[in-house]
């Protein structure tokens, strides 16, 4: 396939996630001007300093951790892509949105083990969170297909293809998850709120 006719009217999307998310490890990690302790999801601080919720996936441990997260919207864009994507803003909008239902469920979960006078000490970070929400949103998508999100027409059709490789993805993914210094409840929580995203 040429390279022109391998660029999308809807790439747009995935370049100025990626460009943000580059954008801020320069500001943190490479020029320092910006404290990145200001910007990480911390239980305790959220309802004082609600921006963590956004400012939290756009920020990254290393530069390890960020080019994984820039893998991972690589192969997001391309499974959109096999299944048919027809909206200009879908991406950012799921971002958005599931920004905010994934905190949902991350505060749920630390409420229920305060209950039990358990409270978790943990600082969060990174665009994972996203990426395994769009996994299990991917995951259902390439069974069912889904022609609306949000009242809006995104076009997604059922691909044997992507199936089978989501599988893959969520299966390594969660694997993963269990690896020191990886957040699992971060990417649990995005997946889950992916599913639930398919279903509205």
């Known amino acids: 396939?040429?390279?022109?006719?391998?660029?999308?009217?809807?790439?747009?999307?995935?370049?100025?996630?990626?460009?943000?998310?580059?954008?801020?490890?320069i500001f943190?990690?490479?020029?320092?001007?910006?404290?990145?302790?200001?910007?990480?999801?911390v239980p305790g601080l959220i309802s004082d300093q609600p921006y963590r919720i956004f400012t939290s996936i756009l920020t990254h441990?290393?530069?390890?951790?960020?080019?994984s997260n820039l893998g991972g919207i690589i192969i997001t864009r391309y499974f959109l892509m096999r299944i048919g994507?027809?909206?200009?803003f879908?991406?950012?909008?799921?971002?958005?949105?599931?920004?905010?239902?994934?905190?949902?469920?991350?505060?749920?979960y630390e409420k229920v083990l305060s209950f039990f006078n358990i409270y978790p000490n943990y600082a969060a970070l990174g665009f994972s969170g996203?990426?395994?929400?769009?996994?299990?949103?991917?995951?259902?998508?390439?069974?069912?297909?889904?022609?609306?999100?949000?009242?809006?027409e995104i076009g997604f059709k059922s691909n044997y293809e992507v199936q089978k490789?989501?599988?893959?993805?969520?299966?390594?993914?969660?694997?993963?998850s269990f690896f020191p210094g990886v957040s699992l409840i971060g990417h649990l929580s995005g997946f889950i709120a992916g599913c639930f995203l398919f279903f509205i």
């Open 165 to 176: 490789m989501s599988e893959t993805m969520c299966l390594i993914g969660l694997i993963f």
């Open 61 to 67: 441990a290393d530069l390890h951790h960020l080019l």
């Open 90 to 108: 879908f991406y950012l909008n799921f971002i958005f949105i599931c920004s905010f239902l994934n905190f949902l469920i991350i505060w749920v």
């Open 130 to 152: 996203i990426i395994y929400a769009l996994f299990g949103f991917l995951l259902l998508t390439s069974f069912y297909g889904k022609k609306y999100f949000l009242g809006k």
């Open 85 to 88: 994507i027809k909206s200009r």
């Open 1 to 25: 396939m040429p390279f022109g006719k391998s660029i999308s009217k809807y790439d747009w999307q995935f370049v100025v996630t990626g460009f943000f998310l580059i954008s801020v490890f």
């Open 28 to 41: 943190t990690d490479l020029i320092g001007v910006i404290d990145k302790e200001y910007f990480y999801f």
